[in-house]
């Protein structure tokens, strides 16, 4: 289910089917030209990839809305608000939160969120519309597919 | 009148004359306005458009093979490709048959032996649904109808995929 009216619809009906919910990391920061577009780039692959992933767990996982975050700001203070993101999607309850990123920077602090972390290897060359892309995004989508079924036994 | 040849008269040829070219000039005026209100009857429907899904009818076997293909769809404000997929295999009685693979229970994506306990069986990551391999869901799991099944077409053994419909009850 995506973030939007008639999903939310069907999620309040059938809450107990689902416990998952995927919240994608998004980097922003346009001070230096070709960080910026890195993080362009990254924040077009993960919606992508997202949505790939929910079109193929729809029924039992949630995406949330991006979390956008300064590429400059202090790790502390960000992970202390998703921390705070994390209780309250917990009270609902969903059982499984993952956070969705490309940004290697998150890895250190992996231990400190209350919450999965998948760090994904960003596939940065390429059109994003092209027919390669679409293989790998598709590859890619069902080994994350598999972690979850994991994570749900 | 009293010459017996003389069988169209001044007044009736000016008649016939004005009435021709007020016909013509009539038409010329509604022709547009008629054309216009029955467009919408003329207008192809792009929801019952078939799309070539790139396989052909002599690959498809006895056992479920994914296809995956995209259309452009036309939704609101903008036209955007959409992804679509499908199971499609040969069944008992030569027919081909293509399953849309979104479960009925939530919506997630089914696959042909998703799982290794469950084999010759459609499998649903999400909540352990199962269908058997006609599309019936299997009772005692979370979805309570059967698979959609394609509308679908063979056009120069090619396999044409239309919009998936729910299945009657057979």
């Given amino acids: 289910m995506k973030w939007r009216k008639a999903d939310l619809q069907t999620y309040v009906q059938s809450k107990e089917y689902i416990d998952t919910i995927v919240l994608p990391l998004v980097p922003f920061g346009i001070a230096n030209d070709e960080e910026s577009k890195k993080a362009a780039i990254q924040s077009e692959m993960i919606t992508l990839l997202s949505h790939e992933l929910e079109k193929e767990l729809t029924g039992r996982m949630l995406l949330a809305p991006h979390y956008s975050y300064l590429k400059s700001a202090d790790k502390q203070t960000e992970i202390a608000r998703m921390n705070m993101w994390a209780a309250e999607m917990k009270e609902q309850p969903f059982k499984h939160i993952f956070i969705l990123t490309f940004d290697p920077s998150w890895k250190k602090y992996e231990k400190e969120l209350e919450s999965t972390l998948l760090w994904l290897p960003a596939v940065q060359t390429g059109e994003l519309n092209s027919k390669e892309m679409h293989k790998t995004v598709r590859e890619q989508v069902a080994q994350m597919v598999e972690l979850i079924r994991a994570y749900w036994q | ?170």
């Fill in chain 2, 1 to 170: 009148m009293s010459d017996e040849k003389q069988q169209v008269s001044r007044r009736q040829f000016l008649n016939y004359t004005l009435t021709g070219v007020g016909g013509f000039m009539a038409a010329g005026l509604l022709i547009s306005p008629i054309r216009m209100a029955i467009d919408p009857v003329l207008k192809e429907s792009s929801a019952g458009d078939m799309a070539n899904v790139g396989l052909s009818v002599d690959d498809i076997t006895e056992e479920p093979q994914r296809i995956d293909w995209t259309i452009d769809q036309v939704d609101g404000w903008y036209e955007s490709e959409v992804n679509r997929a499908a199971w499609v295999y040969r069944n008992e009685n030569d027919e081909i048959v293509a399953f849309s693979p979104v479960c009925k229970h939530l919506g997630c994506v089914v696959s042909w032996e998703g799982s290794d306990q469950h084999p010759n069986e459609y499998f649903c990551p999400c909540h352990d649904g199962r269908y058997y391999k006609d599309g019936t869901n299997v009772p005692g799991t979370p979805p309570l109808a059967p698979l959609d099944e394609y509308v679908q077409e063979v056009r120069d053994g090619m396999l044409f995929l239309g919009e998936p419909k729910p299945r009657g009850e057979a």
